[in-house]
Structures are given as C-alpha cells and as structure tokens.
C-alpha cells in the first residue's frame, strides 16, 4: 500500500511542479499563474515529493532498496505525467489535476470495500 501511496504522491508531485510552470499552467488551466500561485504549486510539489519518499522508505525494510525503489517511482509518474501532457487534448487536460485524488479516493473505496485484497 505505501508503494502505491508513493507514486500517487509523486504523480502529484510532478501534476504541482508543472503547475508552476506557465506553459503548463496556461495549457492546464487557462491563463498564466501569478507569482503567488507559482511559489505555493512549487512548495506542493516539493512536499507531494517528501510524502512519496517517506512512503517508499516504509514499503521497504533496506533503505538502499528503498531509494532505488523511489527513484523508479519517480521515473514511471514522470513518465506518465509526461504523456498525459503530450497527448491528452482539450477536456481531458484540465481533468490532469485531479487525477491523483480521484487515483486515491478510488484506492480508498477499494481498501474499504475489499479489505481481503490489501492483506
């Protein structure tokens, strides 16, 4: 469960710091961020990232497997995001921000109602 907690969490991650970005912010959004807005995507993505490395560090028992494991996490939700932005068009993009909390409101409705698949 914190594996999965963790690449949601950086998939959020990356969603903030491309959020901070006014290229993406514009294409995402509809408009360019102010600098307010800039500074606190920023600070999301930077404790989206811290979350998803402290989930990684209790999915494993060896902290060197832990960051390697981190590390490709980091790599598949930067991937993904990455294609999101590339190919998803006009709706669908502004739907990208909220992918991780309906990823996890899902996850949780799963754990709730088949509790015997996350033992």
Do not use: D, Q
Not at 2 to 21: H, K, R, V
Not at 71 to 81: E, K, R, Y
């Amino acid at each position: 469960m914190y594996a999965w907690s963790a690449l949601i969490l950086s998939y959020a991650g990356f969603t903030a710091l491309a959020l901070a970005m006014p290229r993406h912010h514009e294409e995402l959004r509809g408009g360019k961020p102010g600098e307010a807005a800039k500074h606190l995507f920023r600070l999301a993505g930077i404790v989206f990232l811290s979350l998803s490395f402290l989930g990684a560090m209790r999915a494993r028992s060896n902290p060197a497997i832990a960051v390697s494991a981190w590390l490709g996490l980091l790599t598949v939700s930067a991937f993904a995001l990455a294609m999101v932005l590339t190919y998803a068009t006009g709706k669908n993009r502004r739907l990208l921000p909220f992918l991780p909390a309906l990823v996890m409101l899902g996850a949780g409705l799963a754990r709730i109602l088949c509790p015997e698949l996350w033992t």
